[in-house]
């Protein structure tokens, strides 16, 4: 009897106890492919005596069960009451002689390989283990009672199901596209304010900027009602809504100063009208998804043949007709914005949506119910725009 705690380690000795013997009796929460287990064990398949793999929250993979699917061997827990949770890898022979690793790791890719897991491994010759081979084969018979094969219907609904909620699954471990959060999600000063929590830190923002950041946003929102298409802009409004010119008045450059932007600048001031059909993919109200800003990236690159298209300035024009999905990140804000969500600040137009975007909408003070409060409701409206507010200059 032994403990082993490397994934690697558990990884090899799955491997070398699958080829040793050629009874499988197998009862784990969740399983995966990409493990060298997984891949040993699809090559010895007529070994397998009687595989139980859950399903709950679904964290089984389906590329797992698409080898299974229709299986008299490998049988699933598809009931939802309780949470089906064994681990137990327990491999016979006919002489008797038998071996088993029982303890934290699932059948997956993840516990296989980087995972911090634990096992003990247990021998036929170890004290006492006729009674627990006993225990091992009725506990497993028990979760074989309450499998079931499954079906190439239920295969395809599974799947379906399984990657319309991957991305809440991926959410709940801090991972958005391709991108891991490096610390914890709790970590973050941000992402789990509450509603109140979130307006009293941008309304008391450092800057005093709170009620002339309202304006702002207040007064570009009627230019997008009054006018059908950016283009429609006078060419000071255009200026005002891209952050490029100054007034005693009121300061436009509050959400991002595009002074700077020499080639947006002529693309403002000449009313391109590849950026103005870029914002027309944008909604002025009502959801926004990744494919409506992949298609405003498109066509707003088409304004730049030459160069010069970057997300400061885009996420600049975004945020100013959306300001409850979007926030200018330019480098006033982006180093502690990106420190804060625990991702490396070199965001692109690839990068933006999943690793700012996403992470913004699910954030606890994102989806507050709207106020009531007049003043209150307007922070609310552009409450991803005034994230700035927090990191400007930080």
Known sequence: ?????????????????????????????????????????????????????????????????????????????????????????LFSSENGDWECLIGSANFTASALTKNNEIVIHIKSDDSGSDEVFKDLIEAIDGYWS?????????????????????????????????????????????FSLEWSEYYKKIKDDELGSFNERLDVLSIIHQYFLDNE???????????????????????????????????????INTNNLYISDALAVIPLIGPINKVDYDEFVNKFKLAFPDGGAGIAIASRLLAMKRP????????????????????????????????????????????????IDSAEEQAWLGRAAMIDALFYGV
């Open 1 to 89: 009897m032994r403990i082993i705690a490397k994934p690697a380690e558990i990884d090899k000795v799955l491997v070398q106890l699958m080829k040793r013997y050629n009874k499988y009796h197998i009862a784990t929460a969740w399983a995966s492919m990409g493990s060298k287990a997984s891949f040993e064990l699809i090559k010895n398949k007529e070994r397998i005596v009687r595989m139980v793999v859950g399903t709950h929250f679904f964290q089984t993979h389906p590329n797992f069960i698409e080898h299974f699917v229709c299986s008299d061997k490998v049988k699933f827990i598809l009931k939802t009451d309780g949470v089906y949770h064994p681990k137990v890898y």
């Open 324 to 371: 409850d999905y979007f926030v200018c990140l330019d480098k006033q804000n982006r180093s502690m914005l990106c420190r804060d969500f625990g991702i490396p600040a070199t965001v692109t137009f690839e990068t933006y949506w999943d690793n700012i975007i996403e992470r913004i909408i699910d954030s606890v003070w994102w989806s507050s119910p709207r106020p």
């Open 229 to 267: 298409s950016f283009s429609k802009f006078s060419q000071l409004k255009r200026k005002q809504v891209a952050g490029i010119t100054s007034d005693p008045e009121v300061n436009w450059k509050w959400f991002g100063s595009m002074v700077g932007a020499g080639k947006f600048k002529n693309r």
């Open 146 to 190: 309450d499998s079931q094969s499954i079906t190439e219907i239920e295969f395809k609904n599974y799947k379906n199901i399984w990657r319309k909620n991957r991305k809440k699954v991926d959410s709940l471990k801090g991972v958005y596209g391709t991108s891991k959060s490096k610390d914890a999600l709790v970590k973050s000063e941000l």
